[in-house]
């Protein structure tokens, strides 16, 4: 069975995402340090799996943490490690979001943003885990003239959030192009909504 971490995973997209993968008969970790989620977002996810299939309650674990903390981060693959069930690939949508916030602590958000994601990898490669979704954002283009946007329009973000979205793109392309052996996706979407 396939074991998957997903930082920011009760978050308004990670808990579709976990869902869907423990739907998918996946193992998943939802990492997440709770500042724009709340932990009963984990019961209610416990309880929609419990509905539909409770074999798979059991594969979905929750750990309370940091993606700045490369200690905690180190233990999670380590524990699993041990356990036999090594980590297969991360979807990382744990970051800071406000464009207004990063605006007024811009250190906050490279350090939260750009320093946990480099934590993240670092712990990755130790682990032989190669495999990572990154959660981008529309606004690393800027104020586009342009009415549709694809990948190839130019890339100007026009604020600190924008800017460390970017940063840690760089930094994927950096590490795919150096170091082929990586699996990397990179979501840019623009604001979330639901019912």
Known sequence: MRRILITG??????SHICLLFLERG???IAFDLLINSKYQTFNNISNLIRLRNPKLQSNFTFIRGDIRDEETLSK?????????????GVIHLAGLKSVKESILKPVLYWEFN?????????VMNKNNCKNIVFSSSATVYGDSKKKLLDEKSTLNPKNTYGRTKLAIENMLHDLYINHGKWNIGILRYFNPAGA
Do not use: P, S
């Not at 999670?76 to 297969?88: R, V, Y």
């Not at 750009?114 to 670092?122: A, Q």
């Open 26 to 28: 996946y193992e998943v």
């Open 76 to 88: 999670i693959f380590l524990d699993n490690k041990n356990k036999g069930k090594e980590i297969d």
């Open 114 to 122: 750009v320093k946990g994601t480099i934590n993240l990898l670092k």
């Open 9 to 14: 995973g009760l978050g308004y997209i990670g």
